[in-house]
Protein backbone atom coordinates (compact mmCIF):
# COMPACT_ATOMS: atom_id res chain seq x y z
CA UNK A 1 0.00 0.00 0.00
CA UNK A 2 1.38 3.53 -0.65
CA UNK A 3 0.49 6.92 0.78
CA UNK A 4 1.39 10.58 -0.26
CA UNK A 5 1.11 13.87 1.76
CA UNK A 6 1.02 17.14 0.34
CA UNK A 7 2.25 18.78 3.08
CA UNK A 8 0.57 22.39 2.02
CA UNK A 9 -3.18 22.83 1.42
CA UNK A 10 -2.66 26.35 0.10
CA UNK A 11 0.40 28.47 -1.23
CA UNK A 12 -0.11 32.04 -2.24
CA UNK A 13 2.75 33.55 -3.79
CA UNK A 14 3.37 36.61 -6.26
CA UNK A 15 2.92 36.85 -10.02
CA UNK A 16 6.78 35.62 -11.40
CA UNK A 17 8.22 34.43 -8.21
CA UNK A 18 9.32 30.95 -7.82
CA UNK A 19 7.26 28.65 -5.74
CA UNK A 20 7.83 24.61 -4.29
CA UNK A 21 4.69 22.80 -3.83
CA UNK A 22 5.74 19.74 -0.99
CA UNK A 23 5.17 16.10 -1.39
CA UNK A 24 6.10 13.02 0.76
CA UNK A 25 5.16 9.23 0.34
CA UNK A 26 5.10 6.12 1.85
CA UNK A 27 5.51 2.72 -0.14
CA UNK A 28 6.49 -0.46 0.72
CA UNK A 29 7.67 -1.15 -3.18
CA UNK A 30 9.40 1.14 -5.54
CA UNK A 31 7.03 3.38 -7.26
CA UNK A 32 6.10 5.75 -10.16
CA UNK A 33 5.61 9.33 -9.18
CA UNK A 34 3.52 11.97 -10.89
CA UNK A 35 2.15 15.21 -10.38
CA UNK A 36 -1.34 16.55 -11.87
CA UNK A 37 -3.08 20.03 -11.82
CA UNK A 38 -6.85 20.59 -11.93
CA UNK A 39 -8.28 23.79 -12.87
CA UNK A 40 -11.53 24.69 -11.90
CA UNK A 41 -14.40 22.22 -12.97
CA UNK A 42 -11.98 20.43 -15.17
CA UNK A 43 -10.44 16.44 -15.17
CA UNK A 44 -6.88 16.17 -13.92
CA UNK A 45 -4.13 16.64 -16.68
CA UNK A 46 -0.63 15.47 -16.47
CA UNK A 47 2.66 17.82 -15.38
CA UNK A 48 5.04 15.18 -15.69
CA UNK A 49 6.07 11.51 -14.29
CA UNK A 50 8.99 10.14 -13.28
CA UNK A 51 9.39 6.34 -14.17
CA UNK A 52 12.92 5.80 -13.80
CA UNK A 53 15.99 6.84 -14.76
CA UNK A 54 17.22 11.21 -14.13
CA UNK A 55 15.93 12.49 -10.75
CA UNK A 56 15.23 15.45 -12.37
CA UNK A 57 12.20 15.37 -14.47
CA UNK A 58 10.84 18.51 -16.65
CA UNK A 59 7.44 18.83 -17.62
CA UNK A 60 4.79 20.97 -19.14
CA UNK A 61 4.26 24.45 -18.44
CA UNK A 62 7.69 25.26 -17.25
CA UNK A 63 7.23 23.17 -14.22
CA UNK A 64 9.88 20.42 -12.93
CA UNK A 65 10.32 17.94 -10.01
CA UNK A 66 13.22 16.06 -8.21
CA UNK A 67 12.83 12.50 -6.89
CA UNK A 68 14.52 12.18 -3.93
CA UNK A 69 14.32 8.48 -2.58
CA UNK A 70 16.49 8.61 0.29
CA UNK A 71 13.84 11.09 1.72
CA UNK A 72 10.91 9.94 0.02
CA UNK A 73 9.83 13.32 -1.61
CA UNK A 74 8.88 14.32 -5.50
CA UNK A 75 8.59 18.09 -4.53
CA UNK A 76 7.18 20.22 -7.61
CA UNK A 77 9.21 23.76 -8.37
CA UNK A 78 8.47 26.42 -11.29
CA UNK A 79 11.18 29.28 -10.95
CA UNK A 80 8.55 32.14 -12.24
CA UNK A 81 4.81 31.92 -11.77
CA UNK A 82 2.16 32.92 -14.01
CA UNK A 83 -1.52 34.19 -13.43
CA UNK A 84 -2.23 31.12 -14.99
CA UNK A 85 -1.12 28.70 -13.04
CA UNK A 86 -3.37 29.28 -10.49
CA UNK A 87 -5.17 25.47 -10.11
CA UNK A 88 -5.16 22.43 -7.71
CA UNK A 89 -2.11 20.44 -7.75
CA UNK A 90 -2.47 16.52 -6.66
CA UNK A 91 0.98 14.46 -6.05
CA UNK A 92 0.30 10.68 -6.77
CA UNK A 93 2.24 7.34 -6.72
CA UNK A 94 1.53 4.01 -8.13
CA UNK A 95 3.27 0.60 -7.44
CA UNK A 96 5.87 -0.64 -9.90
CA UNK A 97 4.48 -4.44 -8.71
CA UNK A 98 2.81 -4.86 -11.41
CA UNK A 99 -1.50 -5.82 -10.77
CA UNK A 100 -4.06 -3.09 -10.49
CA UNK A 101 -2.42 -0.29 -9.77
CA UNK A 102 -4.84 2.94 -9.07
CA UNK A 103 -3.21 5.97 -8.60
CA UNK A 104 -3.47 6.87 -4.98
CA UNK A 105 -3.71 10.61 -4.49
CA UNK A 106 -2.27 13.60 -1.97
CA UNK A 107 -5.14 15.94 -0.64
CA UNK A 108 -3.90 18.49 -2.99
CA UNK A 109 -2.20 22.04 -3.00
CA UNK A 110 -4.47 24.98 -3.57
CA UNK A 111 -1.79 27.29 -5.89
CA UNK A 112 -2.86 31.31 -5.59
CA UNK A 113 -0.61 33.17 -7.67
CA UNK A 114 -1.35 36.85 -6.18
CA UNK A 115 -0.87 40.20 -8.92
CA UNK B 1 -8.86 11.57 -31.78
CA UNK B 2 -10.67 12.82 -28.50
CA UNK B 3 -9.44 12.60 -25.17
CA UNK B 4 -11.99 10.65 -22.33
CA UNK B 5 -15.92 11.58 -22.10
CA UNK B 6 -17.89 11.23 -19.44
CA UNK B 7 -21.54 12.10 -19.08
CA UNK B 8 -24.07 13.50 -17.24
CA UNK B 9 -21.47 15.75 -16.26
CA UNK B 10 -23.60 17.09 -13.61
CA UNK B 11 -26.48 14.94 -11.88
CA UNK B 12 -28.96 15.75 -9.30
CA UNK B 13 -30.53 12.94 -7.34
CA UNK B 14 -33.13 12.50 -4.67
CA UNK B 15 -31.23 9.91 -1.84
CA UNK B 16 -32.48 6.55 -2.33
CA UNK B 17 -33.01 6.84 -6.25
CA UNK B 18 -30.23 4.79 -8.96
CA UNK B 19 -27.88 6.25 -10.19
CA UNK B 20 -25.47 5.49 -13.95
CA UNK B 21 -22.75 7.63 -15.04
CA UNK B 22 -21.19 7.02 -18.48
CA UNK B 23 -16.87 6.87 -19.27
CA UNK B 24 -15.77 6.69 -22.69
CA UNK B 25 -12.00 5.69 -22.53
CA UNK B 26 -9.99 7.25 -25.52
CA UNK B 27 -10.51 4.82 -28.23
CA UNK B 28 -7.78 1.44 -28.00
CA UNK B 29 -6.93 2.16 -23.88
CA UNK B 30 -6.69 -1.56 -22.46
CA UNK B 31 -7.27 -0.08 -19.12
CA UNK B 32 -10.13 1.91 -17.44
CA UNK B 33 -10.05 3.42 -13.90
CA UNK B 34 -12.58 5.06 -11.93
CA UNK B 35 -12.20 7.37 -9.20
CA UNK B 36 -14.12 9.22 -6.48
CA UNK B 37 -13.31 12.92 -5.51
CA UNK B 38 -15.11 14.19 -2.47
CA UNK B 39 -15.10 18.26 -1.69
CA UNK B 40 -11.75 19.66 -0.93
CA UNK B 41 -9.77 15.75 -1.13
CA UNK B 42 -7.46 13.96 -3.69
CA UNK B 43 -9.47 11.21 -6.07
CA UNK B 44 -9.42 7.98 -4.42
CA UNK B 45 -9.41 5.04 -6.01
CA UNK B 46 -12.83 2.67 -6.51
CA UNK B 47 -11.95 0.36 -8.94
CA UNK B 48 -9.77 -0.83 -12.74
CA UNK B 49 -10.79 -3.10 -16.05
CA UNK B 50 -8.55 -4.21 -18.01
CA UNK B 51 -10.52 -4.92 -21.08
CA UNK B 52 -13.65 -6.12 -19.98
CA UNK B 53 -12.38 -7.76 -16.95
CA UNK B 54 -12.85 -5.87 -13.71
CA UNK B 55 -9.27 -6.88 -11.75
CA UNK B 56 -9.54 -4.47 -9.18
CA UNK B 57 -12.43 -3.63 -7.48
CA UNK B 58 -11.18 -3.04 -3.67
CA UNK B 59 -11.74 0.76 -3.63
CA UNK B 60 -15.77 0.17 -3.99
CA UNK B 61 -17.19 1.91 -0.47
CA UNK B 62 -20.07 -0.20 -0.08
CA UNK B 63 -22.49 -3.09 -2.59
CA UNK B 64 -24.22 -0.44 -3.72
CA UNK B 65 -21.58 0.81 -5.66
CA UNK B 66 -21.22 -1.71 -9.29
CA UNK B 67 -19.34 -0.92 -12.20
CA UNK B 68 -19.06 -2.70 -15.74
CA UNK B 69 -17.44 -2.31 -18.90
CA UNK B 70 -19.50 -5.14 -20.95
CA UNK B 71 -17.10 -4.56 -24.65
CA UNK B 72 -14.13 -3.62 -23.08
CA UNK B 73 -14.54 0.21 -23.98
CA UNK B 74 -17.68 1.95 -22.53
CA UNK B 75 -17.84 1.51 -19.10
CA UNK B 76 -21.18 2.35 -16.47
CA UNK B 77 -20.67 3.39 -12.92
CA UNK B 78 -23.87 2.71 -11.44
CA UNK B 79 -24.87 4.09 -7.28
CA UNK B 80 -28.08 1.90 -6.57
CA UNK B 81 -30.20 3.32 -3.49
CA UNK B 82 -27.98 6.77 -3.06
CA UNK B 83 -27.01 8.13 -0.22
CA UNK B 84 -25.67 11.70 0.71
CA UNK B 85 -22.51 10.63 1.22
CA UNK B 86 -22.38 9.96 -2.58
CA UNK B 87 -21.94 12.87 -3.26
CA UNK B 88 -18.39 13.73 -4.80
CA UNK B 89 -17.27 14.26 -8.43
CA UNK B 90 -16.57 10.68 -10.23
CA UNK B 91 -13.63 10.74 -12.31
CA UNK B 92 -12.39 8.17 -15.25
CA UNK B 93 -9.28 7.46 -16.47
CA UNK B 94 -8.38 5.52 -19.48
CA UNK B 95 -4.57 4.38 -20.07
CA UNK B 96 -2.82 2.29 -22.69
CA UNK B 97 -1.93 -0.20 -21.02
CA UNK B 98 -1.53 -0.99 -17.31
CA UNK B 99 1.20 1.77 -15.46
CA UNK B 100 1.37 3.75 -18.77
CA UNK B 101 -0.23 7.40 -18.23
CA UNK B 102 -3.82 7.74 -16.89
CA UNK B 103 -5.85 10.28 -19.25
CA UNK B 104 -8.40 11.94 -16.82
CA UNK B 105 -11.72 12.78 -18.07
CA UNK B 106 -13.87 15.74 -16.86
CA UNK B 107 -15.83 14.13 -14.19
CA UNK B 108 -19.23 13.49 -13.37
CA UNK B 109 -20.42 15.79 -10.44
CA UNK B 110 -23.34 14.14 -8.14
CA UNK B 111 -25.48 15.99 -5.88
CA UNK B 112 -27.41 13.54 -3.77
CA UNK B 113 -30.25 15.57 -2.11
Known amino acids: AQSVTQLDSQVPVFEEAPVELRCNYSSSVSVYLFWYVQYPNQGLQLLLK??????LVKGINGFEAEFNKSQTSFHLRKPSVHISDTAEYFCAVSGRGGGADGLTFGKGTHLIIQP | GAGVSQSPRYKVAKRGQDVALRCDPISGHVSLFWYQQALGQGPEFLTY????????KSGLPSDRFFAERPEGSVSTLKIQRTQQEDSAVYLCASSLVLQETQYFGPGTRLLVL
Open chain 2, 49 to 56: FQNEAQLD
Open chain 1, 50 to 55: YLSGST
